[in-house]
């Protein structure tokens, strides 16, 4: 499954568009402002935190939701905004509702992973 998805900031100020295989990991990645290690990784979600999910739309493929990505974006805002006020018009964090009874911590753990498992595989070789 494939994921796009709207991400805003407190003020629900700024809207990002992206899209993903992993839509819990992905908006993780949001809030905690991560990615590579311990850095803060630069760019529009760190400038403008965007860390609250407001909207997301499920696909089969990822063809299918990289162009849905690009039509969302080449959208006007007000339409973005009627869009997002269908499926969520209080705009509530979304993140809170895909994870809910699920161990947030584990995403955590789970970007941590895959780097133990590429250093077992190297020290194999």
């Known amino acids: 499954m494939y994921y796009v998805y709207i991400v805003t900031n407190k003020n629900n100020s700024v ?3 992206g899209v993903t295989g992993n839509l819990e990991g992905r908006i993780f990645e949001h809030r905690e402002r991560l990615v590579e290690g311990e850095r803060l990784v630069e760019g529009f979600t760190k400038r ?3 860390t609250k ?3 997301y739309e499920d ?5 299918s939701a990289i162009a849905r990505e690009k039509q969302l974006k080449g959208w006007r805002r007000e339409k973005k905004i009627a ?5 969520n018009p209080r705009w509530i964090d979304l993140f809170d509702v895909i994870t809910e009874g699920f ?3 584990l ?3 789970e970007k941590q992973e895959p780097l133990i498992i ?3 595989r190297a020290e194999q070789e």
């Open 59 to 63: 696909y089969p493929d990822p063809r």
């Open 107 to 109: 995403l955590n753990r």
């Open 118 to 120: 590429r250093e077992r």
């Open 53 to 55: 999910l407001i909207f």
């Open 15 to 17: 809207l990002c568009i």
């Open 48 to 50: 403008y935190q965007v």
């Open 103 to 105: 161990d947030v911590d």
């Open 83 to 87: 869009l997002i006020g269908k499926q």
